[in-house]
Structure formats: structure tokens, C-alpha cells
């Protein structure tokens, strides 16, 4: 199957809902419809989180996974991209857990003031000279960096809130904290980041994280695959 030019631009129009009911009426194939439509956000959510384009891909397809095993449970109530990006998040968070020793963990709680000052001075001081950054695709990578070096609590609102414009109600459910906790940490992710770039936050932040054609296909084909070896099940 040539999953790169299956995808038929008028199938935008059908809704969420309608792609769910053709597949779990048998109609695998059209579970590429929502892989297309949500690939650049589970990205970027996934990207976020792990620091790794590689890693950031094989968690997207493990979410599509577990989102197609489970898409009989979701009933509409919310939006499929909220639902689709809540298990991103877990996902990524999962294999983050699973990635560092027992002892050091992962917390989502505020940081200390402290540990703010220290990743202010360290990202202060590997900043580039203006001439380096002249060029709109090193000031996307010179936000990308930046945004990498963010404390994990507030990079996650960041990207929920600033890179995916999800709501605060959005990003408290997928992050199942108060809205207004993420309100709070997405506002000092920003702060941060505009001390140190001043207009680059919000003149590239749009191109953060950017999302092939290429790698769309391969989540894509990857997930198929997948669900090929395991029956569709």
C-alpha cells in the first residue's frame, strides 16, 4: 500500500466523528484520514517532551496505537485532538520515566527559584552572537534550542499553550493539573524565553518543531504496519 498518496484532500472536510464510525465499522484505512490530520501536533507534543525527533516519532505512533485500540471508548464528548494529544502526553511522559533512573523521576510540580536561576544563566551564556542568528531558520533553531533547555513543567504548558495554542482547559486535562497551574507556567515559560529572544517567541514560534511530508508518511506507514502484525486488533 502507498500510504504517501492515498490521502485524498477532500476527505478534510469529514469530521472526526464520521472518520471514527467508518472505522470501527472494519474501515481501517480511513484511520489514516485522522494520522494526517493530528501527525503535526502529536509531533510537536511528543518533540516537546522528549528532545528527540526519533523518540518524539516512535511515541506518536505508540499513541496512534493505543488510540485505535481504544477508539471505541471515546464518545465524542470533548475534541478527538484533545483526546489524541492526552495520550501523547502520557506516552511521551512514559517513555521519559522509563528513560532515567528511579531516583531522579519526574515531577510536574513548580521548581524552586533556585533551579529558574541556574537554567537562566546557563541558557544566557550559550546564546549566540546577533550575526550567527541573522537567518529566520536559525532563529526557528535558536527558538527550538531554547525551548529544549526549558524546565520539563514549564516546556510542556509552553508547547500545550504556545506552540499548539491548545486552551488552559485543554492542557489542564492533559496534564491533569489545575488550568490554573498551567495558566501560571506557561505565562513564566514565556517570560523566560522573552528575556532571552525578545521578538523571536513570537515571530517564529509558529515554525517550531517543523513537520515534514517525509516524516508524516513514516508515522503513518509505521503505525499500518503495526496494526498489520498485531491482526488490527
Given at each position: 500500500?502507498?500510504y504517501?498518496?492515498?490521502?485524498?484532500?477532500a476527505?478534510?472536510?469529514?469530521?472526526?466523528?464520521?472518520?471514527?464510525?467508518?472505522?470501527?465499522?472494519?474501515?481501517?484505512?480511513s484511520?489514516?484520514?485522522?494520522?494526517?490530520?493530528?501527525n503535526?501536533?502529536?509531533?510537536?507534543?511528543?518533540?516537546?517532551?522528549?528532545?528527540?525527533e526519533?523518540d518524539?516519532?516512535?511515541?506518536?505512533?505508540?499513541?496512534?496505537?493505543?488510540?485505535?485500540?481504544?477508539?471505541e471508548?471515546?464518545?465524542?464528548?470533548?475534541?478527538?485532538s484533545?483526546?489524541?494529544?492526552?495520550i501523547?502526553?502520557?506516552?511521551?511522559?512514559?517513555?521519559l520515566?522509563r528513560?532515567?533512573?528511579?531516583?531522579e523521576?519526574?515531577?510536574?510540580?513548580?521548581?524552586?527559584?533556585?533551579?529558574?536561576?541556574?537554567?537562566?544563566a546557563?541558557?544566557?551564556s550559550?546564546l549566540?552572537?546577533?550575526e550567527?542568528?541573522?537567518?529566520?531558520?536559525e532563529?526557528?533553531r535558536?527558538?527550538?534550542?531554547?525551548?529544549?533547555s526549558?524546565?520539563?513543567?514549564?516546556?510542556?504548558?509552553?508547547?500545550?499553550c504556545?506552540?499548539?495554542?491548545?486552551?488552559?482547559?485543554?492542557?489542564?486535562d492533559?496534564?491533569?493539573?489545575?488550568?490554573?497551574?498551567?495558566?501560571t507556567?506557561?505565562?513564566?515559560?514565556?517570560?523566560?524565553?522573552?528575556?532571552?529572544?525578545?521578538?523571536?517567541?513570537?515571530s517564529?514560534?509558529?515554525?517550531?518543531?517543523?513537520?515534514?511530508?517525509?516524516?508524516?508518511?513514516?508515522?503513518?506507514?509505521?503505525?499500518?504496519?503495526?496494526?498489520?502484525?498485531?491482526?488490527?486488533n
Open positions: 500500500m502507498e504517501a498518496g492515498d490521502y485524498n484532500l476527505e478534510g472536510m469529514t469530521s472526526d466523528q464520521d472518520v471514527i464510525r467508518r472505522v470501527l465499522e472494519g474501515d481501517t484505512a484511520f489514516e484520514l485522522i494520522m494526517r490530520r493530528y503535526q501536533r502529536l509531533y510537536r507534543i511528543a518533540r516537546g517532551v522528549l528532545r528527540n526519533a518524539a516519532e516512535d511515541a506518536v505512533q505508540d499513541a496512534y496505537i493505543q488510540a485505535y485500540q481504544n477508539l471508548r471515546f464518545r465524542g464528548k470533548g475534541a478527538l484533545a483526546w489524541l494529544a492526552k501523547t502526553v502520557n506516552e511521551a511522559l512514559g517513555r520515566r528513560s532515567r533512573p528511579a531516583k523521576g519526574i515531577s510536574l510540580d513548580d521548581l524552586q527559584e533556585t533551579e529558574e536561576a541556574n537554567f537562566m546557563s541558557t544566557i550559550n549566540p552572537n546577533p550567527q542568528s541573522a537567518a529566520r531558520g532563529l526557528r535558536l527558538l527550538e534550542s531554547v525551548i529544549d526549558l524546565p520539563e513543567v514549564y516546556r510542556l504548558a509552553f508547547i500545550l504556545g506552540v499548539e495554542e491548545m486552551s488552559v482547559a485543554e492542557a489542564a492533559c496534564l491533569e493539573i489545575e488550568p490554573a497551574t498551567v495558566k507556567r506557561y505565562h513564566r515559560a514565556k517570560k523566560i524565553l522573552q528575556q532571552n529572544l525578545s521578538s523571536v517567541v513570537d517564529a514560534t509558529g515554525e517550531v518543531f517543523s513537520f515534514a511530508g517525509e516524516r508524516c508518511d513514516r508515522i503513518v506507514a509505521g503505525v499500518f504496519r503495526r496494526l498489520e502484525l498485531h491482526g488490527r
